[in-house]
């Protein structure tokens, strides 16, 4: 079998790397952790039979979609949070654990047919939950696929859509308790994500590394002093 992997993660990248070195020999594995070079043109000279997207975080050309099997792995419960930031926003409404979805790319954002779900805790910082989503994808979810023919079922229920947080929806705000703050901190702190922060005078200060002793009510973290943006 061919396929390829396209993702833009370090750890990602990484597993993609160790999953085509264990194969090799028995299934054909490109990986692709650039926009540039994940052209209709190279995909075509390959020839792949699954396109895997685990965290690709750009828009996927219908030339590449409508002629070969493209499959997109998102972090909720389809079609419970279709749409954008699902791990944020998956904490921000208290929930603790959550489902890995993979699903065929069609025309409808998130609304394509589901492969397979597999558990997902959402526990400690969101650097951690993709590693631990990147985990199940690599060792779980895609050797599947290696294995045997999948044939994917159409999502059932009413669809919840969720909005893409923008970076000034990371505030921490005079009102929040303590928990909250914690989960703020925590769900963006991860590779290529704006930290939740507050503004004291000219200075923005970023939160990450949260560690909260809830029986002691103490919450423990780095912070990072910059100039505020201005504009």
Known sequence: MKIIIATIKSWNIERA????????GVHEIKVYSEKASFTYNNICDFNPDYIFLPH??????????????????????????R???PLQNLIVRGHKETKISAIKVTSQLDGG??????PLSLEGSAEEIFVRCSDIIF????????????????QSGEPVIFKRRKPEESKITPDMEMEKI????RMLDA???????????DYRLSFEDAKFDKEGGELEAKVVFRKKPTG
């Open 17 to 24: 790397l160790k999953l085509q070195s264990e194969y090799e």
């Open 56 to 81: 690709w975080s750009y828009i996927i050309p219908s030339q590449i979609t409508d002629n070969w099997e493209c499959v997109v792995f998102h972090m909720t419960d389809l079609p419970y949070g």
């Open 83 to 85: 749409g954008g930031s």
């Open 113 to 118: 047919p589901v492969y397979m779900k597999k």
């Open 139 to 154: 060792t779980e979810m895609i050797p599947c696929f290696l294995k045997e023919k999948i044939t994917p079922v159409p």
């Open 182 to 185: 914690y989960d703020y901190i």
């Open 191 to 201: 590779e290529g994500y704006p930290r939740a922060y507050i503004d004291y005078g």
